[in-house]
């Protein structure tokens, strides 16, 4: 008898009684119970076991039944984990179903680990991604399965007929329940739920979710540890499924290692083919302009830049607006559009604009200077919850000195967890001693991986000698954030300090990342390590390279060496013109020695420019980068032209200008010599003629006389002026009789002015006599003082203030020659005056006059270098006395004590030496060695050491 309820597989005709059919492993069962629902909600009929084992196949092994079903079904989903993989029930289904060749698709609800043949023949199909939220995927597999099974339908025309086909859902995000859950996730800042809701929808092809799950990973910025892993998986699926908004996601995974700079720029290139992502076109910017794994092209960050913005990305003018504050080498800095970005990344809530905003009107750099403006951008940012708007706050009060404001506005940001307050307060503890609070502080911001917190704890550690902790936190800093690798380095070249595992071609590489992107003190360190043998990395060729990138980057100091190379080099760098350009643009960023540069080079010579010369003075006061007698200088020039009608300055300007002509006065010194001469033009309160007809020789307008054409060091008049004991011990020495009762031209072998300092005394007196008028008193440098430089400052400005008594006397005289020399006049002019003369006792006088003046400034000089600070500097005297005993040693005369050394460690009053600066090149004019030569019959330099 034939038992047709047998079953054999050879005899078996399926019939098709369900659609899909569910493998899976049975710990996943409450998964495939909500599969089923959804399926069969759809009409589309599910068989899983063991729910839909026939309840009259009893004694039927499982695989008759389950071979049965695969046979009869058209679709197969297989609900995929590593527990599937490795089960053998799934594999033998599984091979079943591609032996029917029924359609398979994988549904991903765990992470997959296992590496198997099953995995490998599923990774032929396109899977369903659900992991680690699988409920987030229904209504995607619904969709897909509908899709299938229309397939399957449609080819089976005698039961087409019988069933319509699957209605699939059409593409609509107007209710987008994935999206708007993530969207209010995000909101709250709980951001992997966002991420799984809005990659969910994003799958999809929502853009609303794309666009946001880029903005989300956008702010996240160096905050992307706190995405878990698992989601990190699902989204490195996505992205090798080829979503630009996971491609995206990827990059901001690599952006903050420096050592991932190249896989971060290959993700964004992938981001960009949808050409609907702002994010991604900023981001690639910024790979550009900083060169972060590609070269840097400042035009192509523009570029991108530019498409961002287009693309609605609010984020993106405040790089924008930056590229236009700063310029390039291609393209200058232009303020009004740098300013024009802010404004309207500030229009649209992009907090970074509003903070660039503040701080353009907090500082002044590029518009007015504005505090109420400045605080109210701040303001806005936090009232968009961006408090960092309380530490700009603080550090506007910090830069202005007030400290107690400063703290409270930093505390505030604390408060939100601002990780930048965090190294602000730790910046104001250390300043104030308070070493303990200041790690406590630095450490919070460490740990909130902000990096100049990351940098203030490195340099405590660094200060502090723990070289190794220093190393960490700057290394964890320039892996934050790619910034850092200057202080790497400085460990390295200064203090010798480099792990181990650190070899010197990394810091190189990243040292040339940072030089590259504009990073000064990078590229400095690289033409240090490659300059000399010291690190093993000598190459002159790199040298030159990173010279140029220098330049290229507009650093002040590099334009300033090629452009001067240019000037003065071969022909094969010869471009003068060009060169001039390069250190004008050095000098625009107040690089004080291409100021000083082009002020030498407009001045005279071929490239002779008063219009530029001018130009550049007015520079150079503005900017305030001058100093000494070069300051001196250009203010006489600046003030010479305005007096006399060449090139007048408004009276704010002129005030300006004689503010600080008036300064350098008082603070006298050879570096005040070149003001003297218009001194009166711009102080009200000064006439010299009105000195020199009254016949004042004491008070106020003496003083500014005397200090204005005549005194080397005007400081000298505060100062009590004790003599030094240094030389007092040495006048004292028996030994030192003998070197007394010679002639100082026989020991210093110069001119011997000092053998008769009183030669314009006695001229002085012979003229009083003459025109009958009282001489002023005055006292004689005494014989025993005649061994310069044993000639105290105390006597020398005594020696000089009645000089000029006795000088502002003659006067009355009426004498044509001495009435030549009133002031103002230069010591040029007034030697001409003495050549000239005809009388003997007024030429006389009148050399006198001169030569005391410069053998005065070199008595000063002398003490100013000896005596700096106040304090005896015991190298100089040591010198100063080795020498000076081998000059008596020649003459016979022996010191057997050195008494310097002595003198050295005795503790000197801060009243007792004159300090001042000063400097002792000065030479009296070929005018007066010409004069003294012929009118004393000696020959020699006069100059004094």
Not at 304 to 321: N, P, Q
Not at 384 to 402: A, K, V
Not at 630 to 641: G, Q, Y
Not at 699 to 704: P, S, T
Request: hydrophobic content about 35%; glycine content about 6%.
């Amino acid at each position: 008898m034939d038992d047709k309820s047998s079953f054999h597989p050879a005899n078996y005709r399926p019939m098709i009684c369900h659609d899909v059919f569910i493998s899976y492993k049975s710990q996943y069962v409450d998964i495939v119970k909500a599969i089923s629902h959804v399926l069969e909600e759809e009409n589309i009929r599910c068989w899983y076991a063991p729910r839909d084992l026939d309840s009259r196949s009893a004694g039927v092994d499982y695989d008759d039944a389950i071979y049965r079903a695969i046979s009869a079904c058209r679709v197969v989903v297989v609900v995929l984990t590593d527990e599937a993989l490795g089960s053998e029930w799934v594999k033998t289904e599984i091979a079943q179903a591609q032996n029917k060749r029924k359609l398979i698709i994988p549904y991903v609800v765990g992470k997959i680990t296992c590496e198997n043949g099953l995995l490998m023949r599923l990774q032929q199909k396109h899977w369903i991604d659900a992991y680690p939220n699988p409920e987030r995927k229904f209504s995607l597999l619904v969709n897909n399965v509908k899709l299938l099974l229309n397939e399957t339908l449609k080819e089976e025309p005698e039961q087409g007929g019988e069933r319509q086909l699957y209605t699939v859902a059409p593409v609509s995000f107007d209710n987008d329940f994935d999206y708007e859950e993530g969207e209010a996730l995000y909101q709250a800042k709980e951001y992997n739920e966002a991420i799984v809701a809005l990659a969910a929808s994003a799958e999809r092809g929502n853009p609303k979710a794309q666009k946001l799950i880029c903005k989300l990973f956008f702010d996240l910025d160096k905050r992307c540890d706190e995405v878990s892993s698992e989601i990190w998986d699902m989204l490195e699926r996505q992205a090798k499924a080829g979503h630009c908004y996971a491609c995206f996601a990827m990059h901001t995974k690599y952006y903050r290692d420096y050592r991932n700079y190249y896989i971060s720029f290959d993700y964004l290139k992938k981001a960009v083919r949808e050409q609907n992502l702002g994010h991604a076109f900023l981001r690639l910017g910024i790979h550009y302009a900083w060169g972060m794994g590609v070269k840097l092209n400042y035009t192509l960050a523009m570029h991108y830049y530019d498409r961002a913005v287009k693309l609605g990305c609010a984020e993106a003018w405040s790089y924008l607006g930056q590229q236009y504050e700063f310029g390039s080498d291609r393209s200058p800095a232009d303020p009004r559009k740098a300013l024009d970005c802010y404004l309207k990344g500030a229009q649209e809530n992009d907090t970074r604009a509003l903070m660039k905003l503040g701080n353009t009107y907090a500082w002044g750099d590029i518009v007015e200077k504005d505090r109420e403006k400045a605080f109210g951008y701040y303001q806005k940012m936090i009232d968009l919850r961006d408090f960092r708007g309380y530490s700009q706050m603080g550090l506007c009060h910090h830069l202005e000195g007030d400290m107690e404001t400063a703290v409270k506005y930093y505390k505030q940001a604390a408060l939100h967890d601002v990780a930048d307050a965090f190294s602000s307060m730790a910046g104001i503890c250390w300043n104030d001693g308070e070493k303990e609070d200041a790690y406590r502080w630095a450490k919070g911001g460490y740990l909130r991986k902000e990096q100049f917190a990351a940098y203030l704890l490195g340099f405590f550690y660094e200060q502090d000698g723990e070289y190794e902790k220093a190393w960490e936190c700057y290394f964890c800093r320039y892996e934050w954030g790619g910034l850092g690798a200057e202080d790497l380095a400085r460990l390295y070249v200064e203090n010798k300090f480099r792990p181990e595992e650190m070899p010197i071609g990394e810091i190189i590489r990243m040292l040339d990342i940072s030089a590259r992107g504009r990073n000064e003190e990078a590229v400095n360190r690289l033409i240090e390590i490659y300059s000399g043998d010291e690190f093993g990395c000598k190459d002159p060729a790199k040298v030159e390279e990173y010279k140029q990138i220098g330049v290229s980057v507009e650093m002040a100091d590099q334009m300033y060496d090629c452009g001067v190379k240019m000037m003065d080099g071969d022909e094969t760098v010869f471009n003068p013109y060009k060169g001039l350009d390069l250190i004008e643009k050095a000098a625009r960023k107040k690089y004080v020695q291409a100021v000083e540069h082009l002020l030498r080079v407009y001045e005279k010579g071929q490239y002779k420019d008063r219009e530029k010369y001018r130009e550049w003075c007015r520079y150079g006061l503005n900017e305030e980068l001058l100093a000494g007698e070069r300051l001196s200088a250009v203010l006489k020039a600046v003030l010479d032209e305005h007096f006399d009608g060449t090139a007048e300055l408004p009276a704010e300007t002129f005030e300006k200008y004689a503010r600080q002509a008036r300064e350098q006065l008082e603070r006298g010194g050879s570096d005040a010599m070149p003001l003297r001469a218009v001194a009166y033009r711009f102080d009200p309160e000064f006439d010299p003629r009105a000195v020199e007809d009254g016949g004042i020789v004491a008070g106020e307008l003496f003083e500014k006389y005397y200090d204005y054409f005549w005194a080397y060091d005007m400081d000298q008049r505060h100062a009590k002026e004790l003599e030094p004991e240094f030389w007092e011990t040495l006048r004292d020495e028996a030994v030192y009789a003998e070197s007394r009762k010679r002639k100082a031209g026989e020991i210093s072998d110069k001119q011997a002015f000092w053998d008769d300092p009183n030669q314009f005394f006695d001229s002085y007196l012979e003229l009083c006599e003459r025109y009958s008028i009282a001489p002023q008193p005055f006292v004689r440098v005494e014989r025993e003082l005649l061994c310069p430089p044993f000639i105290t400052s105390h006597i020398a400005r005594r020696f000089g203030r009645d000089v000029v008594r006795c000088m502002i006397s003659l006067y009355a005289t009426g004498q044509e020659d001495i009435l030549k020399c009133r002031q103002p006049i230069t010591d040029e002019q007034l030697l001409d005056v003495a050549e000239q003369s005809t009388d003997d006792t007024v030429q006389l006088l009148l050399v006198a006059y001169v030569e005391s003046r410069f053998e005065i400034e070199g008595v000063f000089l002398w003490y100013n270098k000896l005596y700096r600070d106040g304090a005896l500097n015991p190298k100089l005297a040591e010198e100063w006395w080795t020498d000076y005993r081998e000059q008596l040693a020649k003459l016979g005369i022996d010191l057997e004590v050195p008494l310097a050394s002595a003198a050295a460690e005795e503790p000197q009053s801060a009243e007792a030496p004159d300090s001042g600066s000063g400097n002792d090149d000065d030479e009296f004019d070929r005018l007066l060695d010409e004069f003294i030569s012929r009118e004393l019959n000696e020959t020699g330099e006069e100059k004094l050491a």
